[in-house]
């Protein structure tokens, strides 16, 4: 699973975001590891890429956690993340 986070600065549709990531995921990783905000900016226009995170063999029945902190440009930020299967509450049959 990879998961990328974004402060969005515009009014871009978030499907247009998706598709850029979809796309564009490994030039975006590449970019954000090397800190070329002129080759995110490329991609994303105004919209911040924060961080990314790959998370090899996702298995949901147990909780993922991290968290994560830093600067883009002129904005500090800290994040904690928390993703877990969500109980069904429906009897399906």
Known sequence: MLLFFI???SE???P???AILRIHHTDLID???RHSYTDIETYLGDEDLLSYKLIKDV???KPIQFSFSGRYKMDKYEYSIHIQKLKST???K
Do not use: K, L, R, V
């Open 90 to 92: 429906h009897n399906f």
């Open 7 to 9: 402060e969005q600065d």
């Open 12 to 14: 871009t549709p978030i």
């Open 31 to 33: 970019a954000f590891n």
């Open 16 to 18: 247009q975001i998706d």
């Open 59 to 61: 298995n949901f029945s």
